[in-house]
């Protein structure tokens, strides 16, 4: 008898035990890190984008420095709102859209409304390129 009792609680501890390991596929994947080739790719792509896009809305080489240089102030932006831990994310992404669209309104007043729209238009279909390209 005393044998069938430890048998079954031997049993017991064990069953408990399994149960309480973590399942590895349960946890999360870790996020994918990019090797240099692949940054260096990025950027490279990201360019080529990006001056497609003034070839298609036909802006001067001044006015492209005015797409740089908001582009850049709105990077610097996003990243001193997520630096701010006082924000919540609502309020962060409130910030950040008010911002974008104070530099979009400040864009379109320096290239004009259809320089500004073409050159929307083109981003809009690059990124609906790369969404269709991408397999689900």
């Known amino acids: 008898m005393k044998n069938l009792f430890a048998t079954l609680f031997a049993f017991c501890i064990s069953f408990t035990a399994v149960q309480a390991q973590e399942k590895t596929a349960d946890k999360a994947p870790q996020e994918k890190t990019m090797s240099k080739e692949e940054k260096e790719a990025a950027k490279a792509k990201k360019e080529a984008d990006l001056q497609e896009a003034f070839k298609v809305a036909g802006l ?53 409304d259809e320089k500004f729209k073409a050159f929307k238009g083109a981003q809009k279909a690059q990124k609906a390129q790369k969404e269709a390209a991408q397999p689900k």
Not at 75 to 96: G, I, N, P, Q, V
Not at 102 to 112: F, Q, R
């Open 60 to 112: 001067t080489a001044e006015e492209q420095q005015l797409v740089r240089k908001s582009a850049a102030a709105r990077s610097a932006f996003s990243r001193k709102l997520k630096e701010d831990t006082s924000l919540s994310d609502e309020e962060r992404k409130a910030k950040d859209r008010e911002f974008v669209i104070s530099e979009n309104d400040n864009l379109k007043e320096k290239l004009g």
